[in-house]
């Protein structure tokens, strides 16, 4: 059974740091490209990073990039959001995304920034929450 677990979110003051983990299991993580968004309360869902099958190719999204860093290591089949200058704003439920399709298609997607729709994954994790305040 496929399945995408986050971990990693909690409470953090504005300018810290949190590590997001997302761990799948059920099928080999380097078949898919993956992505990382966020749900704030009365808001859409919104793209915030993603990666392309072997590591090389990220995007992100304008309002976090220079913050957040997303990487991916295949052998433990999981997938890591590191996010730091943390600000209120960026409070929301993150959950990350695993998208089929072959590398070129992904490396597309990662490069034009279509990783950053919802559209575009197939399978979802259940979500984290990530709180930013003092």
């Known amino acids: 059974q496929l399945q995408l677990v986050e971990s990693g979110g909690g409470l953090v003051q504005p300018g810290g740091s949190l590590r997001l983990s997302c761990a799948v299991s059920?099928?080999?993580?380097?078949?898919?490209?993956i992505g990382w968004f966020r749900q704030a309360p009365g808001k859409e869902r919104e793209g915030v990073s993603c990666i392309s099958r072997n590591g090389g190719h990220t995007n992100y999204a304008d309002s976090v990039k220079g913050r957040f860093t997303i990487s991916r290591d295949n052998a433990k089949n999981t997938v890591y959001l590191q996010m730091n200058s943390l600000k209120p704003e960026d409070t929301a439920i993150y959950y990350c995304?695993?998208?089929?399709?072959?590398?070129?298609?992904?490396?597309?997607?990662?490069?034009?920034?279509?990783?950053?729709?919802?559209?575009?994954?197939?399978?979802w994790g259940q979500g984290t929450q990530v709180t930013v305040s003092s």
């Open positions: 995304a695993a998208m089929k399709t072959s590398s070129l298609r992904v490396l597309v997607a990662v490069t034009t920034a279509r990783c950053l729709s919802r559209n575009a994954y197939d399978y």
């Open positions: 059920g099928f080999t993580l380097d078949d898919y490209g």
